[in-house]
């Protein structure tokens, strides 16, 4: 809904014309009906953005002109909010306090502390492969609608026949965090190769892919135009632009927590698949498979929640898979191991039944087409202080504790007997 109504609101400053969000709120509401929910439009006009939806609450982005006419109506039905969010444009403010160019390459003056741009992170991947010959190789996965090159790391020390790990980062724009961990990922595995057990023997057994930032487009624009951008860039000839890339996956396609809307932030696409981000990624890995390649994990990582789900996620009413106890064991140690960093929760459980269903979304398809035993979403930092919107001191702290529950699910592959779906 939000392109619509920010039309207004952009400021242009010389060439490049930046959204603002003076006074725009984050309002956490805990509704208890169901029908709630359709009166949102009805009374917004449509102005609104809802940032994450669980069972049990909404976190919603509005702007200054309807927080009173939503306020209202919230007390009219005695319905439980908090103000998440007092000016989502000082936050933005505050999220790069250095707000440092950073062109460094994959040496020693990198900074992996601070979000980069598209061109710093696409330089990082050229530079950190060629600084670490024999273990890391730079592959092209694609295009992107606007022509930028998606790029992945392969990492892992022999040159074939091991099965593979897929990490896919910044599917949606916005969510800064996933492709900064998805780079700290990379280099503290890399750095502990060779000195750490695990880290040493996971890629001696496996290809790592990871892919930092997926929805290229969307990224640039979160940086040039609009800080709250989430879907890709393409527009198919209507008021809207944009695909939810995480409801355009086969698996459920159009299911419930997709929108057919093109003004929607889920819009699913006109099909699966529709988008040529998505059929670069996932022709890419699926040729591996058919080439012989079996993926044993995959994980797209997402902000915010603090969250680590399993399929299905596309209904509550679906199966359990076979593995159900595989994943949710794995997650769960993981999400200890993780913990005793920072003490940092998070919530392990089924996408659908424990969270919210959502159609086409990227971890059914793991399972379901990549067919990977381990398949999963997480949402990293925060609960919602910050939400989309972390300042970069979290970076690091967020990039440790990952990497220590990744090593504790490494562990567990290496453990696992058979690590391939129960058929
Ligand atoms: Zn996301």
New binding site residues.
């Given amino acids: 809904m939000k392109s619509v109504f920010i039309l207004c609101l952009v400021i242009a400053t010389g060439l490049a014309a930046k959204v603002h969000y003076d006074n725009f709120q984050v309002l956490r509401i805990f509704p208890t009906e169901e029908r709630w929910k359709q009166d949102l439009e009805r009374v917004l006009g449509g102005e609104f953005d809802i940032w994450r939806e669980t069972k049990e609450r909404i976190d919603i982005m509005v702007g200054p002109k309807v927080v009173k006419k939503l306020t209202d109506m919230l007390k009219r039905r005695n319905i439980d909010y908090d103000v998440m969010v007092e000016d989502i444009q000082s936050l933005i403010d505050q999220e790069r306090p250095s707000a440092k160019i950073n062109i460094g390459g994959g040496g020693s003056d990198f900074d992996y502390n601070v979000y980069h741009t598209y061109g710093e992170i696409m330089t990082w991947v050229t530079d950190f492969a060629s600084a670490n010959k024999g273990l890391v190789t730079e592959v092209e996965v694609g295009e992107s609608t606007e022509g930028r090159i998606i790029k992945a790391l392969r990492i892992g020390s022999q040159s074939s026949n091991n099965p593979g790990i897929y990490f896919q980062g910044g599917?949606?724009a916005r969510?800064w965090i996933?492709p900064a961990t998805m780079i700290n990922l990379a280099r503290k595995l890399v750095e502990e190769y060779g000195s750490d057990d695990t880290a040493t023997k996971i890629l001696d057994a496996y290809d790592l892919y990871i892919i930092p930032t997926m929805n290229v487009d969307g990224y640039v624009y979160t940086h040039t135009n609009d800080r709250m951008w989430?879907k890709n860039r393409k527009n198919y000839g209507t008021a809207c632009t944009g695909v939810d890339m995480?409801r355009n996956y086969p698996t459920g396609f159009g299911g419930k927590g997709a929108s057919s809307n093109p003004c929607s932030e889920t819009y699913h696409g006109p099909k699966n698949i529709s988008e040529v981000e998505m059929e670069a990624v996932t022709t890419f890995f699926l040729d591996l498979v058919a080439d012989g390649q079996d993926f044993h994990l995959f994980i797209d990582f997402?902000?915010y929640g603090q969250l680590w789900l399993f399929p299905w996620g596309y209904s509550r009413t679906a199966p359990i898979v076979n593995d159900y106890n595989d994943l949710s064991n794995g997650a769960n140690a993981a999400a200890a191991a993780l913990k005793s960093v920072h003490g940092t929760e998070y919530f392990v459980g089924n996408s659908a039944r424990d969270m919210y269903p959502a159609g086409g979304a990227s971890e059914d398809w793991g399972y379901d087409k990549l067919k990977a035993k381990y398949s999963y979403i997480i949402?990293l930092r925060d609960e919602g202080r910050h939400g989309f919107l972390l300042p970069e001191k979290f970076i690091e702290p967020t990039g440790d504790e990952t990497y220590a529950g990744m090593k504790n699910l490494f562990q567990t592959l290496l453990d696992d007997p058979n690590p391939i779906q129960k058929s």
Avoid: Q
Wanted: glycine letters at 0%; charged letters at 35%; hydrophobic letters at 20%.
């Fill in positions: 599917i949606h969510e996933s989430r995480n997402h902000a949402e």
